[in-house]
């Protein structure tokens, strides 16, 4: 059983189109996160969640929109796709909501805007 | 968190005990030391962690020097399974996972 899981893994797009990531774990975890990982390579957090309730928002444009149906559930919503929003994005969870400790990464959504 | 500071890559034969170092001087009392690899087009993967004792797990140990200035992971017998980035991280365990991620270690393991 994958413990957290993304969809889709390849995402090529066209400017200006809107479209969704979703993310769902089974480890019964309270915390789930969104990750960027750009051309760089460098992962920065964009979005946490506990308990379907934002706690993290890391300024990021309003163009992103996560929601969060249920605590192991969260998906991220894209306006208004632009070339600059190409890079992996990576759904994260944390056991308990704030005190951390080790956190579970899904394998990555590859977003390619042309 | 902390900023920490690792080589860019580091070569090991295969087999061979790979030393990873990693370099957190303006660390606080309560952030603990985090080590987590990504493997090419994968998500990252937790490795080990500690606070000020060295900690061994089936993966890995973590060496923390007692200033806990600076700390190394080890990997006693790589495989070239175990090329991969690997980032240092420091923090607090509370307020929620936000780490940013640096650059990390690039490591190569040769046949």
């Known amino acids: 059983d994958t413990a957290v899981s993304q969809t889709p893994k390849y995402l090529v797009t066209q400017m200006g189109n809107d479209k969704s990531i979703k993310c769902e774990q089974n480890l019964g975890h309270d915390t789930m996160y969104w990750y960027k990982q750009d051309s760089k390579k460098f992962l920065k957090i964009m979005f946490s969640?506990?308990?379907?309730?934002?706690?993290i928002n890391e300024t990021v444009p309003n163009r992103f929109s996560p929601k969060s149906p249920d605590k192991a559930h969260l998906n991220l919503h894209i306006n208004s796709l632009e070339l600059g929003d190409s890079a992996v994005y990576f759904c994260?969870?944390?056991?308990?909501?704030?005190?951390?400790?080790?956190?579970?990464f899904g394998q990555g959504t590859r977003l390619t805007v042309v | 968190d902390a900023k920490t500071t690792q080589p860019t890559s580091m070569d090991c034969a295969e087999g061979r005990a790979a030393n990873l170092p990693c370099n957190h001087s303006?660390?606080?009392?309560?952030?603990?030391v985090y080590w987590y690899r990504q493997i090419h087009s994968q998500g990252p993967q937790y490795i080990i962690h500690g606070l000020k004792n060295n900690e061994t797990n089936e993966m890995a140990s973590l060496i923390i020097t007692e200033d806990r200035k600076s700390s190394t992971l080890i990997l006693p017998h790589a495989t070239l399974r175990d090329t991969a980035v690997y980032y240092c991280i420091v923090r607090v365990r509370t307020g929620g996972f936000k780490t940013i991620f640096g650059a990390g270690t690039r490591l190569f393991v040769k046949a």
């Open positions: 994260a969870s944390t056991p308990t909501g704030g005190s951390g400790t080790e956190a579970f």
């Open positions: 969640y506990n308990n379907k309730e934002l706690i």
């Open positions: 303006t660390i606080s009392g309560n952030e603990y």
